[in-house]
């Protein structure tokens, strides 16, 4: 490692965080006034897959020829048992953190909440930010917040700690759900910094992702009530749909253990 990379290093949490911010503020801009039309939508989907592409074989190759211990760190995707346990462990997950989000905010005050209802139109663009929120979104931040931030630093207590930071500023990023996305980002990372790979991350990411988007779907078609808060901003379903996601943990749980086994 040459000296200057060496002496730049405790600044690549920053040059992180200035990273994706620009990316995802170029992401936001077709849909920056409100109108979630498709076309919007599917310019915000172009300009996100390029700004992954742009992660992918531009910023993190070039982290890797700085900083070669960024290497232990994997891009492989999983198994497909992996993905689909992963995948299925993400309901219970947002569940529990969700309701994590609720106790916190009783500590300091009452929390006013209301059953979500959605208009088909409202539902209409639901689903179509849904498209980026659980396709694409997951992919860049956790590339941004993640895989560029923690691989760089050597020490196990010195990653620990860039894991957390990144998971506070992560959720300065989403301000009306500062908490949550604290709490979503600290979970996050701690499951890349255990595996080293960022594929697991990026997959609870978009399973929590999609299952709120789901939310809203089984609302509107009267499957089941979940009650949200705006401010701070979370879910809490009834309890048809936490009895389903626990059984789909269980299931998520034995599909990863049989593709762990495999390795």
């Known amino acids: 490692m040459s ?23 170029l992401t936001a801009l077709p849909t920056a006034d409100g109108d979630g039309s498709f076309p919007n939508e599917a310019a915000g989907w172009i300009i996100t897959l390029g ?61 006013q909440t209301e059953l979500l209802t959605s208009t088909a139109d409202e539902m209409r663009e639901d689903l179509l930010a849904g498209v ?20 760089p630093f050597r020490r196990f207590g010195t990653r620990l700690f860039v894991c957390v930071l990144m998971a506070v500023l992560f959720g300065f990023l989403h301000v009306r759900n500062f908490v ?31 299952t709120g988007t789901l939310y809203g779907v089984f609302s509107f078609l009267g499957l089941g009530e979940v009650q949200a808060s705006e401010f701070p901003a979370f879910f809490i379903p009834d309890y048809k749909i936490a009895i389903a996601s626990a059984v789909l943990a269980v299931i998520g749980v034995l599909l990863l253990v049989k593709g762990l086994k495999k390795h």
């Open 180 to 210: 949550g996305a604290s709490v979503g980002g600290l979970l996050y990372g701690l499951v890349f910094l255990f595996s080293k790979n960022i594929w697991y991350a990026i997959l609870l990411h978009a399973g929590g992702n999609l």
């Open 51 to 111: 700004a992954i592409l742009l992660t992918l074989f531009v910023a993190i190759p070039l982290q890797r020829k700085i900083y070669p211990e960024s290497r232990q760190f994997s891009l492989k995707i999983p198994s497909l048992p992996e993905v689909a346990g992963v995948l299925l462990l993400a309901p219970s997950v947002l569940l529990l953190k969700e309701m994590l989000v609720y106790g916190i905010t009783l500590l300091d005050h009452p929390v």
């Open 132 to 151: 980026h929120a659980v396709f694409l979104a997951p992919v860049l931040e956790e590339l941004c917040f993640r895989h560029l931030s923690i691989p």
């Open 3 to 25: 000296k200057a990379a060496n002496i730049l290093k405790p600044l690549v949490p920053v040059f992180s965080v200035c990273y994706g911010l620009a990316l995802i503020y």
